[in-house]
């Protein structure tokens, strides 16, 4: 592992520093770092599960305006903070402002302990993890990335669309007792919830023409007591009949990560 070093010119001398960080067991309160204004906080760590929904908090510094955050988690333990490795960012906080990061760790996020960094920067957007800002500070941790025990299915797909049928289709997971089934007509707005023991699901004679529908599945883990995370929306719409607007078919995989549960 060769993380870069992040660096700054002015640091913490006018109050841009961190004063909490907290994320599962890490809850860390400090004060302003000295130069070179980064510290590895290597004995404080917590435990990720793959496919939770987690939230990371971080409270700023004395300084008046323009404080922000942003934090990354090297989920494939290669050493490099990738920008898809982002886990989000807050700006524009006054003096001991607190801001919130949501975030998913990726199922495919590579199990063990791996780090994770917080940095802070003043009057900065689109923070980075590693070039040289005048004002801010910077920390790093330690996570232990664990593989759930009730993981998201995957392969999911719609066929046999017609004006009111469709057929869903997902790969199961071993050990799985149920899965939950979200079904979200964009039209209305309605969105219905169903459990289903078999990985495939049809939709008959329940469906209106040239409606866009979109559906995700949770892992319902009984022996674990675990449901998993909701996967991401798969669209589609189904046709119209003979003689109206419009007659075809549309797939849309995943065009946004979806708000709703």
Not at 146 to 161: E, K, M, Q, R, W
Not at 169 to 179: K, L, P, R, S, V
Request: a negative charge; glycine letters at 10%.
């Amino acid at each position: 592992e060769c993380l870069c070093i992040p660096t700054y010119i002015n640091g913490t001398t006018e109050g841009d520093f961190l004063s909490n960080v907290h994320l599962g067991s890490i809850n860390n309160t400090t004060g302003a770092l000295p130069n070179p204004y980064f510290y590895f906080y290597s004995p404080l760590s917590t435990d990720l599960t793959t496919g939770t929904v987690n939230t990371l908090s971080a409270k700023v510094g004395t300084f008046a305006t323009d404080n922000g955050f942003g934090a990354w988690i090297d989920y494939n333990q290669d050493g490099v903070f990738a920008p898809t490795e982002k886990l989000g960012e807050v700006t524009g906080l006054g003096a001991m402002g607190t801001g919130l990061i949501n975030f998913t760790v990726p199922v495919d996020a590579t199990p063990g302990i791996t780090r994770m960094r917080v940095r802070e920067a003043w009057n900065i957007i689109g923070i980075d993890p590693c070039i040289e800002y005048g004002y801010g500070e910077t920390e790093d941790y330690n996570v232990n990335i664990t593989p759930s025990a009730c993981p998201l299915v995957s392969d999911l797909y719609v066929d046999g669309i017609t004006t009111d049928d469709a057929m869903l289709h997902w790969t199961g997971i071993a050990g799985a007792d149920q899965y939950r089934l979200i079904l979200w007509n964009t039209a209305t707005g309605l969105i219905n919830k169903k459990g289903v023991n078999s990985t495939s699901y049809a939709l008959v004679d329940n469906l209106t023409p040239l409606t866009t529908y979109a559906f995700r599945i949770k892992t319902v883990c009984y022996d674990e007591g675990l449901i998993s995370s909701p996967t991401e929306w798969i669209y589609w719409t189904t046709l119209g009949r003979i003689g109206e607007e419009e007659v075809g078919v549309s797939l849309f995989p995943n065009p946004n990560n979806g708000t709703f549960t």
